[in-house]
């Protein structure tokens, strides 16, 4: 299946890249750094205290067997993974998964105990950081429509609407 998929012509700024701390508007100490092996079971802990209202459109998986197989396709070596650390605990996680053109598609999750407090931007950020790093040079993602804040901080980094033909927006952002 071929994909029409359309992308900004010029490219984004620079993004900062990991690993990084950032100081959230809580006064948090947050670390944002790549995935590693060993963060798995702190995802899946992340993953199953998430707030069943802030799952978009079927993800994260509720279940943790569900939660476990949706980790093995993002954190696959074709992904590129940043997570967001409050001590020991993941807090925030952002990733990017190729699609079956030369895009990747990008998803970001924040615990609601951290929302607002500009972990996601730093999060979303890092990530493209990583992703210049790596010379991937598209990237696409798609929120729903109600999502006024997720639209906004995609806009805020540089993602342009590309497609609005569905209860979902798709946007997307060039990196080279």
């Known amino acids: 299946m071929t994909v029409n998929r359309t992308y900004p012509d010029e490219p984004a700024g620079e993004f900062p890249s990991p690993p990084r701390t950032i100081t959230d508007k809580n006064d948090r100490e947050i670390e944002i750094r790549s995935a590693g092996l060993d963060d798995r079971e702190a995802l899946v802990e992340m993953y199953t205290a998430f707030d069943p209202a802030d799952r978009a459109q079927g993800i994260p998986p509720v279940k943790e067997y569900a939660i476990d197989n949706w980790l093995d396709t993002?954190?696959?070596?074709?992904?590129?993974?940043?997570?967001?650390?409050?001590?020991?605990?993941?807090?925030?996680?952002?990733?990017?998964?190729?699609?079956?053109?030369?895009?990747?598609?990008?998803?970001?999750?924040?615990?609601?105990?951290?929302?607002?407090?500009g972990i996601g931007t730093e999060l979303l950020q890092t990530l493209l950081g990583h992703t210049q790093r790596a010379d991937i040079?598209?990237?696409?993602?798609?929120?729903?429509?109600?999502?006024?804040?997720?639209i906004e901080l995609y806009k805020k980094v540089g993602f342009e609407i590309c497609g609005t033909e569905s209860f979902e927006i798709e946007m997307s952002i060039r990196l080279h």
Do not use: K
Request: overall charge negative.
């Open 74 to 117: 993002v954190l696959a070596a074709d992904c590129l993974n940043v997570i967001a650390w409050d001590g020991d605990d993941a807090v925030g996680h952002s990733m990017l998964v190729p699609d079956d053109s030369e895009g990747y598609e990008l998803a970001i999750f924040v615990l609601n105990t951290h929302q607002g407090a």
């Open 137 to 150: 040079e598209t990237v696409w993602l798609t929120v729903e429509r109600w999502n006024e804040p997720a």
